[in-house]
């Protein structure tokens, strides 16, 4: 609560903290456009770090135990990417399809629906290769084969395209957690809490993997069942963050990790709160050093996901000196 209100008092905009809780909790402060700054950017905000810290760090969390492997994150089933390639086609193919008047379209709105349509086309490659491919480790390379394919689709569209549509797709890709009106935090919010309750479902079956999937079948876990039902949540989760804020990285690779070495533990039944929980504050604490207070300047969030986390998680592993997994 205390990393929310800080959030929600620091920005360009000096604001007194009392003037911010006033607004919070009695609906009014002593200056109307700080009432609009605070209600219709600042706490939308800190809601959009809050699920975007949550869903990313709990996908990271499936992806790893589903595969075994402490380098998985949410995008290595290549779903990321492909909402990606959905942005991507919207805004830099507009100078190749010129002919279409739907490519001119571009807002926060169209840019989501771009991006959530590619990751769903992806999800639905992903599952559909699922149904054949019994080995979890060949759906791991098939998956960062989707994610190259996309990036090399992505590649080729920025070398036709224009300089401008090209800043405008890096700016997207730097991603971003203050562009979502209150409909769209709506959306995103009814989204991540299905992948959360998905993940909920999926807690005995992680568990007996941990131990190998031989020893999980003898649990009486559905593999099969269990494999889609993680991937679902982490398309769910990943792609979702990924359509309303762009591609953030860290969050999900490293925050399992972290979450692992503070519990001493890998039962997913403290896991999965946690990374939620963990998730959540590391987002909000990047987004108060990305906005830096009191300027109108706006670090990328992207750029200080892995600034301020990968030292800690360094440290955490030093101090250690070993990894749970």
């Given at each position: 609560m205390l990393t929310v209100l800080v959030n929600i008092s620091l920005g360009s905009v000096e604001i007194p903290f009392l003037d911010t809780l006033n607004a919070i909790f009695d609906g009014t402060t002593s200056n109307t456009s700080w009432d609009y700054i605070i209600w219709d950017y600042r706490i939308p905000k800190a809601f959009t770090a809050i699920l975007v810290g949550a869903g990313l760090a709990l996908s990271g969390l499936l992806m790893q135990t589903l595969f075994r492997n402490p380098l998985a994150g949410p995008f290595v089933l290549g779903i990321s990417s492909g909402a990606s390639l959905g942005a991507a086609i919207l805004i830099m193919g507009a100078s190749l399809f010129s002919g279409f008047s739907a490519f001119q379209l571009l807002n926060n709105v169209s840019l989501a629906i771009a991006a959530s349509i590619g990751s769903f086309a992806v999800l639905l490659?992903?599952?559909?290769?699922?149904?054949?491919?019994?080995?979890?480790?060949?759906?791991?390379?098939?998956?960062?084969?989707?994610?190259?394919?996309?990036?090399?689709?992505?590649?080729?569209?920025?070398?036709?395209?224009?300089?401008?549509?090209?800043?405008?797709?890096?700016?997207?890709?730097?991603?971003?957690?203050?562009?979502?009106?209150?409909?769209?935090?709506?959306?995103?919010?009814?989204?991540?809490?299905?992948?959360?309750?998905?993940?909920?479902?999926?807690?005995?079956?992680?568990?007996?993997?941990?131990?190998?999937?031989?020893?999980?079948?003898?649990?009486?876990?559905?593999?099969?069942?269990?494999?889609?039902?993680?991937?679902?949540?982490?398309?769910?989760?990943?792609?979702?963050?990924?359509?309303?804020?762009?591609?953030?990285?860290?969050?999900?690779?490293?925050?399992?990790?972290?979450?692992?070495?503070?519990?001493?533990?890998?039962?997913?039944?403290?896991?999965?709160?946690?990374?939620?929980?963990?998730?959540?504050?590391?987002?909000?604490?990047?987004?108060?050093?990305?906005?830096?207070?009191?300027?109108?300047?706006?670090?990328?969030?992207?750029?200080?996901?892995?600034?301020?986390?990968?030292?800690?998680?360094?440290w955490l592993l030093v101090r250690k000196k070993r990894m749970l997994f």
């Amino acid at each position: 609560m205390l990393t929310v209100l800080v959030n929600i008092s620091l920005g360009s905009v000096e604001i007194p903290f009392l003037d911010t809780l006033n607004a919070i909790f009695d609906g009014t402060t002593s200056n109307t456009s700080w009432d609009y700054i605070i209600w219709d950017y600042r706490i939308p905000k800190a809601f959009t770090a809050i699920l975007v810290g949550a869903g990313l760090a709990l996908s990271g969390l499936l992806m790893q135990t589903l595969f075994r492997n402490p380098l998985a994150g949410p995008f290595v089933l290549g779903i990321s990417s492909g909402a990606s390639l959905g942005a991507a086609i919207l805004i830099m193919g507009a100078s190749l399809f010129s002919g279409f008047s739907a490519f001119q379209l571009l807002n926060n709105v169209s840019l989501a629906i771009a991006a959530s349509i590619g990751s769903f086309a992806v999800l639905l490659l992903v599952m559909s290769v699922a149904a054949k491919v019994k080995d979890t480790m060949a759906l791991l390379i098939i998956g960062l084969m989707f994610g190259s394919i996309t990036a090399a689709v992505v590649s080729v569209l920025s070398y036709f395209t224009t300089s401008e549509k090209l800043q405008q797709f890096i700016y997207w890709s730097f991603g971003s957690l203050g562009n979502l009106s209150w409909s769209q935090l709506g959306l995103l919010s009814l989204i991540v809490c299905i992948g959360i309750i998905l993940s909920v479902f999926a807690i005995k079956g992680l568990n007996g993997l941990l131990l190998g999937e031989n020893y999980a079948k003898s649990l009486g876990v559905n593999l099969k069942k269990l494999r889609y039902l993680v991937i679902i949540a982490t398309g769910l989760l990943a792609g979702s963050i990924t359509a309303f804020a762009g591609p953030i990285a860290f969050i999900g690779l490293a925050v399992p990790h972290l979450t692992r070495q503070i519990f001493d533990t890998t039962d997913h039944k403290i896991l999965v709160p946690a990374v939620l929980i963990y998730g959540a504050i590391i987002m909000l604490l990047c987004d108060i050093v990305a906005q830096l207070p009191n300027s109108a300047n706006v670090l990328p969030i992207n750029a200080v996901t892995s600034i301020i986390g990968a030292p800690v998680v360094i440290w955490l592993l030093v101090r250690k000196k070993r990894m749970l997994f």
